[in-house]
């Protein structure tokens, strides 16, 4: 069965084709076929990767301004061009979408139709970042693949064993009641790495208690018990946490209410501030990608220190906040970007830790390559490094429901 993924993000769309079968291993599987679509203001390039993961297209792309036109191109790559794989559009059996968020209805992965659509539509006054670009995905498909069945997967899904006492927000009772709640994201990845931990630790899932670290351009924890969410950092919206590439985490409200009174900033502009131009963007001012942080650090930067600094102070805070909701911790794992491949942010976010029975083994974080362990064998909990694998999950999730 041939699966095509679409997976929107804020400043990136990434599509992938998978050749999957519904009793397919637990095993994840490499895409036969990977686009990737990434805007930086200015620019927009496209990458396109073959079954091996290399490059075999590398373009930049002349009208940065039509999204829908850029995803198309690249779309259209899967069945045409030096870069196809299938003969024909019509051979894709299901397309899956990651959809950000799912409100307090869209939990489970569902067959798209009008009313799903219409559902979706709804919760994008809550992440319009995101669930717009998932809805013009949808959209897109019905015109490139007419009649093709789709699938929604939803980053807010796994968090729906949140306990009320985390979910519920401190204010009046009525925002609870009119859906302003702590929903929590990147779900589809921390259950997928709370599977992976238990897999490769070889233990039953439902006896461990996990941390996961997502850290990526967007970064949460999740609090894993015997397989369910039990807390998370993000909550309303992914901006709640952890500090982020150019997303500030948790803040004090008292800010943004000074700012909107005595500044006369508006809600608009408070949004853009808060997810565009803080975190480790807003400190360093150097950029919001770990790599240059850690370069400029090394060359002096004292403000690239500083955002380096309180990235991992927030961390291991989040870290410490998720181990006592857990009451205990078995195993931590880190993934995504900056997780799968900053040495210094793990050594530093495991150094202050090692009352939970956490014990890097500094060899094996500086060499090992995902998925692996770096926690000495004496180590109490055990450390891990997961890749992502969220378009393999979304692709098991179409093969289920096709
Ligand atoms: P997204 O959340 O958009 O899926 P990724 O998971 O790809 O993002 O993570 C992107 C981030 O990963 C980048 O902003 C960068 O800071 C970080 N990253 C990628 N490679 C490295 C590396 N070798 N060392 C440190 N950080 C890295």
């Given at each position: 069965m041939k699966i095509l993924v679409l997976n929107a993000g804020s400043s990136t769309q990434k599509s992938a084709l998978f050749k999957l079968?519904?009793?397919?291993?637990p095993d994840p599987l490499s895409p036969e076929w990977e686009g990737r679509l990434e805007w930086d203001g200015e620019q927009e390039s496209l990458v396109i990767r073959n079954s091996q993961g290399q490059e075999i297209r590398n373009k930049t792309l002349s009208?940065?301004?039509?999204r829908q036109s850029s995803v198309r191109k690249m779309l259209v790559n899967v069945w045409s061009g030096p870069a196809a794989v299938l003969s024909a559009p019509s051979e894709i059996a299901v397309a899956g979408h990651r959809i950000v968020h799912g409100g307090s209805e869209l939990t489970q992965p569902v067959v798209v139709d009008s009313q799903v659509k219409k559902q979706i539509a709804a919760v994008a006054e809550i992440a319009p970042l995101h669930n717009q670009a998932g809805l013009s995905g949808i959209e897109l498909t019905e015109e490139l693949l007419p009649g093709t069945r789709q699938v929604a997967v939803f980053d807010?899904?796994?968090?729906?064993?949140?306990p009320q006492p985390v979910a519920v927000?401190?204010?009046?009772y009525a925002w609870y009641e009119s859906g302003i709640r702590r929903y929590g994201f990147h779900g589809i990845n921390h259950e997928y790495c709370a599977h992976r931990a238990a897999h490769m630790l070889r233990r039953d899932l439902s006896s461990l208690k996990i941390i996961s670290c997502h850290l990526g351009n967007g970064c949460s924890l999740a609090a894993i018990d015997g397989g369910q969410s039990v807390d998370t950092t993000m909550g309303f919206t992914p901006l709640e946490g952890l500090m982020m590439g150019t997303r500030s985490g948790s803040i004090d409200p008292g800010i943004l209410t000074h700012l909107m009174r005595v500044e006369g900033v508006s809600g608009n502009e408070l949004n853009q501030i808060l997810n565009q131009q803080s975190g480790l963007l807003g400190i360093?001012?150097?950029?919001?990608d770990m790599r240059d942080i850690v370069k400029a650090m090394g060359e002096g930067s004292q403000q690239a220190k500083l955002a380096f600094e309180m990235f991992v102070h927030r961390l291991r805070a989040g870290i410490g906040a998720m181990a006592a909701s857990l009451g205990g911790l078995d195993a931590l794992a880190f993934t995504a970007g900056i997780g799968e491949n900053s040495a210094e942010v793990r050594q530093a976010a495991c150094a202050k830790v090692g009352f939970l029975g956490i014990e890097l083994d500094e060899a094996r974080n500086s060499s090992v390559k995902p998925d692996g362990e770096l926690s000495r064998d004496s180590s109490r909990a055990r450390v891990l490094v997961i890749r992502a694998q969220e378009d393999w999950c979304i692709a098991r999730a179409c093969a289920r429901l096709a």
């Open positions: 079968e519904p009793d397919a291993s009208d940065p301004k039509n807010t899904g796994f968090h729906r064993t949140l927000y401190p204010g009046p360093s001012g150097v950029s919001s």
